[in-house]
C-alpha cells in the first residue's frame, strides 16, 4: 500500500525518530555526536522549529518538536543531508545512512506531552548508553542534561518543558527530574512510539474492552492522541490537500478508484450513490472510503459526498477497517 502523506502543519507537535539504515549506527564517536547536535540546532534556529526534548542514540534518535512555519520537512532534510553528507566523507563510505522515511507522530500536547518528554529522555538509561539517573544528568547527547542546567543549547526550549512542572526554575527542575524518574520502572513504553488505536489507549487490553462494549475510536498510525484529537487533525489536513490539489484532480482520483472498485464487486455506480445498504454496496462503500481517505487523503466530507452516506457515516467506516 502506497504511504500516507506527512501531517506536516506548521505548529504542530511531533515525535520524530530516525533510524540508521538496517540499524547500523548513525554515530561512532564524540565527533560525530558533536556534528549531529550542532546540525540540529542550526536548522532548528534557521526554520523555527521548538524543541523541547532529544536523545541521540547510536543507531537512531528521538525528537519531541513543534514545527516552525516551514514545516518539518524542512528541518528533517536540512540537518540529515548535511550530516549524513559529512558523515560519509569522515568514514569514507558511500550510500545512504539512515533509513529513506523517518517516522513522525502527531501527539496530543494535553494528553502526552510530558510524558514523551519522560519517555525520549530516559533512552540512554533504559539502553545503559548511561548507567544512573545522576550519569543522565551531565549526558551531553540528550535534552534531560539540558532541562538540569549541565549543558546549554540555545535551540532547545528548556522553559517551555519546565513551566510544565512548576513556575520556580528550581522547584520545577525537581519535579521534573522526580517525575523522570518515576518513569523507570515502567520500560519501553511501545504506546507512546507511534500513534494507532492500541497506543492512543494505552495497550491491547483497553482496546479488547472498547470491543467488547461494542466501542469504535478513530484512529489514524499517523497520530498519537484520542478520537476527537484524531479528528481535529484530519480536518485540518483536509484543508491543506483543498489548497494543494485542484478540485478536477481530486474528482479525477475518485473517480478512477469508485469505477475499478465497483467494477470488482460488481456495483452500479447509481446504486452506491444512492446510499443502497445492500451487501455488496457496503463492502464496496467501504473499500472506497479506506482507499480513498488512507491512500490518497481525499478530504472525508469529499469522499462521503460520492459514496452516498455522511460524513460521520465514513468515519464510522475507517474506524471499523482500523479496529
Given at each position: 500500500?502506497?504511504?500516507?502523506?506527512?501531517l506536516?502543519?506548521?505548529?504542530?507537535?511531533?515525535?520524530?525518530?530516525?533510524?540508521g539504515?538496517e540499524?547500523?549506527?548513525?554515530?561512532?564517536?564524540?565527533?560525530d555526536?558533536?556534528?549531529?547536535?550542532e546540525?540540529?540546532?542550526?536548522?532548528?534556529?534557521?526554520?523555527?522549529?521548538?524543541?523541547?526534548?532529544?536523545?541521540?542514540?547510536?543507531?537512531?534518535?528521538h525528537?519531541?518538536?513543534r514545527?516552525g512555519?516551514?514545516?518539518?520537512?524542512?528541518?528533517?532534510?536540512?540537518f540529515?543531508?548535511g550530516y549524513?553528507?559529512?558523515?560519509?566523507?569522515?568514514?569514507r563510505?558511500?550510500?545512504h545512512?539512515?533509513?529513506?522515511?523517518?517516522?513522525?507522530?502527531?501527539?496530543?500536547?494535553?494528553?502526552?506531552?510530558?510524558?514523551?518528554?519522560?519517555?525520549?529522555?530516559?533512552n540512554?538509561?533504559?539502553?545503559?548508553?548511561?548507567?544512573?539517573?545522576?550519569?543522565?544528568?551531565?549526558?551531553?547527547y540528550?535534552?534531560?542534561?539540558?532541562?538540569?542546567g549541565?549543558?546549554?543549547?540555545?535551540w532547545q526550549?528548556?522553559?517551555?518543558v519546565?513551566?510544565?512542572?512548576?513556575n520556580?526554575?528550581?522547584?520545577a527542575?525537581k519535579a521534573?527530574?522526580?517525575?523522570?524518574?518515576?518513569?523507570?520502572?515502567?520500560g519501553?513504553?511501545?504506546e507512546l512510539?507511534?500513534?494507532?488505536?492500541?497506543?492512543?489507549?494505552?495497550?491491547?487490553?483497553?482496546?479488547?474492552?472498547?470491543?467488547?462494549?461494542?466501542?469504535?475510536?478513530?484512529?489514524?498510525?499517523?497520530?498519537?492522541?484520542s478520537?476527537?484529537?484524531?479528528?481535529?487533525?484530519?480536518?485540518?489536513?483536509?484543508?491543506?490537500?483543498?489548497?494543494?490539489?485542484?478540485?478536477?484532480?481530486r474528482?479525477?482520483?475518485?473517480?478512477?478508484?469508485?469505477k475499478?472498485?465497483?467494477?470488482k464487486?460488481?456495483?452500479?455506480?447509481?446504486?452506491?450513490?444512492s446510499?443502497?445498504?445492500?451487501?455488496r454496496?457496503?463492502?464496496?462503500?467501504?473499500?472506497?472510503?479506506?482507499?480513498?481517505?488512507?491512500?490518497?487523503?481525499?478530504?472525508?466530507?469529499?469522499?462521503?459526498?460520492?459514496?452516498?452516506?455522511s460524513t460521520?457515516?465514513?468515519?464510522k467506516?475507517?474506524?471499523?477497517?482500523?479496529?
Open positions: 500500500m502506497p504511504r500516507q502523506a506527512r506536516d502543519a506548521p505548529g504542530t507537535l511531533h515525535h520524530i525518530i530516525i533510524r539504515i540499524q547500523r549506527k548513525i554515530v561512532d564517536d564524540r565527533k555526536r558533536e556534528n549531529f547536535v546540525r540540529v540546532g542550526r536548522a532548528a534556529l534557521e526554520t523555527g522549529t521548538s524543541i523541547y526534548a532529544w536523545a541521540l542514540m547510536p543507531n537512531h534518535a525528537f519531541l518538536l514545527s512555519k516551514a514545516g518539518i520537512s524542512t528541518f528533517m532534510r536540512r540529515l543531508t549524513a553528507i559529512t558523515y560519509n566523507q569522515r568514514h563510505r558511500h550510500g545512512l539512515f533509513q529513506n522515511r523517518y517516522k513522525s507522530v502527531v501527539c496530543d500536547e494535553n494528553s502526552y506531552f510530558a510524558e514523551l518528554v519522560r519517555y525520549i529522555h530516559l540512554p538509561l533504559r539502553a545503559s548508553v548511561v548507567k544512573t539517573l545522576s550519569e543522565l544528568d551531565r549526558y551531553r540528550c535534552g534531560h542534561s539540558v532541562l538540569m549541565r549543558v546549554k543549547n540555545e526550549d528548556r522553559d517551555y519546565l513551566n510544565w512542572f512548576g520556580k526554575e528550581g522547584e527542575r521534573y527530574r522526580a517525575f523522570l524518574k518515576g518513569g523507570i520502572a515502567k519501553r513504553r511501545p512510539v507511534g500513534g494507532g488505536l492500541i497506543r492512543s489507549l494505552g495497550g491491547w487490553s483497553e482496546v479488547k474492552s472498547l470491543r467488547r462494549h461494542g466501542e469504535g475510536r478513530l484512529t489514524d498510525e499517523r497520530i498519537l492522541g478520537g476527537d484529537f484524531v479528528m481535529k487533525i484530519l480536518q485540518g489536513a483536509d484543508d491543506k490537500l483543498k489548497k494543494q490539489f485542484s478540485a478536477d484532480e474528482r479525477e482520483k475518485m473517480n478512477k478508484v469508485i475499478k472498485i465497483c467494477k464487486e460488481g456495483v452500479n455506480i447509481s446504486e452506491l450513490e446510499g443502497s445498504r445492500r451487501g454496496v457496503s463492502e464496496a462503500r467501504s473499500q472506497i472510503v479506506c482507499r480513498l481517505v488512507e491512500t490518497y487523503g481525499i478530504p472525508l466530507a469529499e469522499v462521503a459526498r460520492h459514496v452516498g452516506v460521520s457515516a465514513v468515519c467506516i475507517i474506524t471499523r477497517k482500523s479496529s
